[in-house]
């Protein structure tokens, strides 16, 4: 059963049948196969649960809050102030990268929002500045990743709804890694400029720096929203969502007047569609999780196909579900990974006495690597898409990112306070 | 009817905005809630989710794995994509109708929602609605490809020659 439903998906997957079609038929297959008796209606009403939690509803409003800031100032505004302070040093824009893509990332849930807002006005200067193109591309993909550790996280909510954990303590207990994988990725770019002929940016004055903060102040006031809000008891996650929105539009149409209101439809419409586009796949996989639960296939796939038990330990486990993520996401979407596989792992990462949030911030941080890992990361696909560039060119120097960011992976499964001190300060 | 698409899941989305932010200002404010606004903002992500459906197979925007589609020769990628057309289309149309006859289960049934007190059976309806239109999409779009020598995502939106995905390997 297990073999005939994964046999579907791989090779309607494979053949670029639209996502929702491998997911769709194998729960048709296995509802009809299986459980001839049960009304294939059942798919439906699993498909609408699925897309019905109102934690969900933080989705939309993190991506419409993200849209409003790419198609007004605010990611310039950013980056404009990061340069200021580290662009003269060694690496200067290489590092300028990195701490941008994770400034965004605090204002924007996802990888490839990131790629599109930091990547496309910071690679041809790269470039121009002497960096080779591969190292450039590579550590805006990989850089990237960091916006789905960083609140808000748009992977994090997924995994909060499906496996009943704290959305808010997520979001929190991601800082951490974020952190230190930024660092990670800084010290290698410093490192690798001394191999570059890269020209210095000039240095900014201090009255130059003061200015560009005084720009960035305004958007610098999202984190604190969101992290401020949460943590404070303010508001839910889906609150502080709608109130970035809110914020969004207040800096864009009426401080920085880059926007009007009148392109708000426009940019909402935008939005629906990238929603509807990803909750099909929830509601999608939401039916797909229910027809394997119901033919109890977790249990089997756990027990007989990888041997796991609840005396497996703690590294075995650990190591099985970061290479079970880390590998779906070579392939598939991070949402549809984490909705399928987020119910088969969770049981058994209880019964080993993992933190549910440790187990959160590591299939985070493992779908955040798989979706920048080559063959089919889906981050991949959008460097190539945004930068006009063929697929090995995209792909050449992501080697060395891809090992930090599974040296990260290792050390957070040795040490879990590093995602676990934040969260256990603040609740 | 791209235009009533359009309108409610642009609509959907800044209705969804106003009436959680609207939420918080009344708790924080005047120290009580809407709770009609956690309800109704479900119902719109339902709406959005089978009105998206449909919309983005017009648009030719539904999420795929194409690195291997990408590297067919012309000839077989135009006859895969009929089949993965024709394919979608019926899966879709099999789904339609059972998402068709859950809306008439639950409207027999009479459940209302709690706040509002809105039959479900209209909030469900976008199912069969959305699954049935993105049905009839693909349906065209097969046709389309099968009447062109071109390659068409869906009837409007052609496979674009620029198109960078898999150029240059």
Redesign the interface.
């Given at each position: 059963m297990a073999l005939l439903l994964s046999g579907i998906m791989i090779v309607l997957?494979?053949?670029?049948?639209?996502?929702?079609?491998p997911l769709?038929?194998a729960t048709?297959v296995g509802l009809l196969a299986y459980f001839p008796d049960v009304?294939?209606?059942v798919?439906?009403?699993q498909?609408?649960g699925g897309?019905?939690p109102?934690a969900?509803?933080a989705v939309?409003?993190f991506i419409?809050a993200a849209e409003i800031m790419t198609s007004g100032q605010t990611s310039n505004r950013l980056l404009s102030l990061v340069e200021s302070f580290v662009g003269h040093l060694r690496g200067g824009l290489a590092v300028t990268s990195a701490v941008a893509c994770t400034l965004f990332g605090a204002i924007s849930g996802s990888t490839q929002a990131t790629v599109v807002a930091i990547g496309k006005p910071l690679r041809p200067r790269m470039i121009e500045s002497g960096y080779p193109d591969k190292f450039a591309t590579a550590l805006i993909i990989n850089a990237s990743d960091i916006a789905l550790l960083i609140p808000p996280s748009i992977g994090m909510i997924v995994y909060g709804v499906v496996s009943g954990t704290s959305i808010g303590e997520l979001f929190i207990a991601g800082i951490g890694p974020g952190l230190l994988i930024l660092i990670l990725f800084c010290a290698y770019s410093v490192m690798a400029t001394y191999k570059f002929k890269v020209d210095p940016a000039p240095k900014s004055s201090w009255a130059e720096r003061g200015k560009a903060f005084k720009d960035a102040a305004m958007p610098l006031g999202f984190p604190a929203i969101i992290i401020g809000g949460i943590y404070a008891g303010?508001?839910s996650p889906?609150?502080a969502?709608?109130?970035s929105?809110?914020y969004a539009i207040i800096l864009e149409c009426f401080f920085f007047r880059s926007l009007s209101l009148k392109d708000?439809?426009?940019i909402?419409?935008s939005?629906?569609?990238v929603?509807?586009?990803?909750?099909?796949?929830?509601?999608a996989g939401a039916a797909f999780s229910w027809v394997i639960s119901f033919a109890e296939l977790p249990t089997q796939i756990i027990n007989d196909t990888l041997g796991l038990s609840a005396d497996s330990g703690y590294w075995t486990v650990a190591l099985t579900i970061a290479a079970a993520f880390f590998i779906g996401c070579m392939?598939?979407?991070p949402i549809v990974v984490i909705l399928i596989l987020t119910p088969i792992f969770h049981p058994l990462a209880l019964a080993v006495g993992m933190d549910p949030v440790l187990t959160g911030v590591l299939v985070t941080l493992q779908v955040a690597i798989g979706s920048a890992t080559p063959?089919?990361g889906?981050d991949i696909?959008t460097a190539?898409?945004v930068f006009?560039?063929?697929?090995?060119?995209v792909i050449a120097g992501t080697p060395p990112f891809v090992f930090i960011l599974l040296a990260v992976s290792f050390l957070l499964i040795a040490f879990p306070q590093i995602a676990l001190f934040l969260r256990d300060l603040a609740f | 009817m791209t235009f009533v698409e359009e309108f409610v899941l642009s609509g959907g989305i800044l209705v969804i905005a106003a009436l959680t932010i609207a939420n918080v200002f009344c708790r924080t404010f005047f120290g009580f809630s809407l709770a009609f606004a956690e309800e109704v903002s479900q119902f719109l992500i339902v709406l959005i989710t089978f009105v998206g459906l449909s919309y983005g197979a017009s648009q030719g925007r539904h999420i795929r794995m194409t690195a291997i589609y990408d590297e067919l020769p012309q000839s077989l990628k135009r006859g895969l994509t009929i089949f993965i057309c024709f394919f979608t289309s019926a899966l879709l149309g099999y789904l339609a109708w059972f998402a068709f006859s859950y809306s008439q289960t639950v409207g027999t049934l009479g459940t209302v929602s709690p706040v509002l007190q809105l039959p479900l059976r209209w909030v469900y309806l976008s199912a069969p609605l959305g699954l049935g239109l993105a049905s009839l999409q693909y349906l065209l779009a097969a046709i389309k490809n099968l009447s062109s020598h071109e390659i068409y995502l869906a009837y409007d939106v052609p496979l674009r020659r620029e198109d960078p995905v898999g150029d240059g390997i």
């Open positions: 997957l494979l053949l670029g049948f639209p996502m929702l079609v769709l038929a048709v009304s294939p209606e798919v439906i009403q498909m609408i897309v019905k109102s969900l509803i939309p409003m419409l303010f508001f889906t609150e969502a709608a109130v929105v809110l708000l439809p426009r909402a419409l939005t629906g569609l929603t509807a586009v990803v909750f099909i796949l929830v509601g392939f598939v979407d063959p089919f889906c696909f190539i898409a006009q560039k063929s697929y090995r060119e | -």
